[in-house]
């Protein structure tokens, strides 16, 4: 309602809605420097208050793992006790706040009158997402991730293991117990529509010949599909018939953490198989801001782009893309983005299997192709700031002309 009587002060006031913009960030510097004395007290108390975005599940999971691991590898007299400001009423996956109460205080209900929404504003105590630049928030979030990739799993499972409905539910969708993949394409939703995100849908019918050999070779897949999404297939259970929306929430987390590897589009679902290192392919990354996703056996396949004239699109440019240049793209079909075909998704399973063989703990910068030949010089954002990425060989192959280094073609 709140966003709604905004929207509506902006169209028919929009002098005075900027006068209120202006007289509401002056006040909130205002309160920002008066509260430093209180956000000092509370860090020599040793009290960090930090928020998260709830409204995308990639956030609500990325952002306090980053914060409670970099606690985690301090002395023990350096540690902080952790306060995180997680909107429980916009979180898309709630049981994501209860998990984060092995390492945080949760504060699920708060507002602008809670002293803890000013403090996570302040430099001194705490990490706040309104109060930092973007950019920066996101660099420093993935560093933590990558520097500290096998130190992300900081939770107790033993309460989700032992879980006596979880496994009934288990046992009913899978009575042959069959080796578990788990599948998170990006689809349509019905709840939260972003005009950027149809770039970003993962193709589901390409997937059929895939799922048909992960049967054939004793396996079952999860698909975690939503949205108005019509998908079916034999061998692929759709958890959208969990009907309990919390026991649903639990299982998904239960066989992220169990699963014999994972399929997922460009969302924010990879972030707890990162966590649980598990094997994942990424399909049909489209532009792709970031070319890393920071798991420790992650391979990625982007959508072929190619401009007007059938000109492949550079990395250089995939890379520089934002969210602007997107909606442009979108409206004019300046590029044009083909999905991943049921070719190139059987290709990344038999490279995902090969790499799981050959290192089963982790898929070093040094088994991919493009790093072997970008070196150093591969083209970097905020995002993909580490000197390396994750494309699978196969996608590199086949999409040479707009992957490699210009001095190799």
Request: hydrophobic letters at 35%; charged letters at 25%; aromatic letters at 14%.
């Amino acid at each position: 309602m709140i966003e709604k009587i905004k929207c509506k002060l902006k169209k028919y006031f929009p002098l005075f809605t900027k006068n209120i913009i202006v007289v509401s960030q002056i006040l909130a510097k205002v309160i920002d420097f008066l509260l430093i004395p209180v956000a000092i007290i509370y860090d020599r108390k040793g009290i960090n208050v930090f928020e998260t975005k709830t409204r995308s599940f990639g956030h609500h999971f990325l952002e306090p793992i980053a914060v409670a691991v970099l606690n985690n590898v301090k002395n023990a007299s350096n540690q902080k006790r952790l306060i995180l400001l997680a909107n429980q009423k916009k979180a898309y996956v709630k049981y994501t706040n209860t998990l984060l109460k092995q390492k945080f205080k949760i504060i699920d209900k708060y507002s602008y009158l809670n002293l803890y929404y000013w403090l996570a504003r302040s430099k001194f105590c705490g990490i706040s997402r309104s109060s930092k630049n973007t950019d920066n928030l996101y660099k420093f979030f993935y560093e933590v991730h990558y520097k500290y990739r096998n130190q992300l799993d900081i939770f107790d499972h033993s309460e989700l293991q032992n879980d006596s409905e979880i496994k009934k539910l288990f046992k009913k969708l899978n009575p042959e117990n069959r080796f578990i993949v788990v599948w998170k394409p990006k689809c349509h939703r019905n709840d939260k529509y972003d005009f950027y995100s149809p770039l970003r849908y993962s193709s589901l019918d390409s997937c059929k010949p895939l799922f048909d050999k992960i049967y054939q070779e004793g396996g079952i897949v999860f698909g975690l599909i939503y949205g108005d999404t019509n998908f079916q297939h034999n061998s692929v259970v759709d958890l959208r018939k969990v009907q309990n929306k919390l026991l649903l929430e639990k299982f998904v987390f239960y066989l992220d953490l169990n699963c014999k590897f994972a399929i997922c589009g460009q969302n924010g679902g990879t972030m707890p198989l990162h966590v649980f290192k598990k094997p994942l392919i990424v399909y049909d990354v489209s532009y792709p801001y970031t070319i890393n996703f920071c798991g420790v056996k992650t391979i990625i396949s982007l959508k072929k782009a190619n401009y007007k004239n059938g000109k492949p699109v550079r990395i250089e440019t995939l890379v520089k893309l934002k969210l602007d240049d997107i909606k442009n793209i979108i409206q004019n079909k300046e590029m044009i983005f083909l999905p991943n075909s049921h070719t190139d998704l059987l290709d990344l399973y038999k490279e995902l299997k090969i790499r799981m063989k050959n290192n089963p703990y982790e898929f070093t910068k040094e088994n991919y192709k493009i790093n072997l030949e970008w070196g150093d010089k591969i083209p970097r954002n905020v995002y993909n700031s580490i000197q390396h990425c994750q494309i699978a060989d196969c996608c590199y192959v086949k999409q040479y002309k707009s992957l490699a280094p210009k001095e190799f073609l």
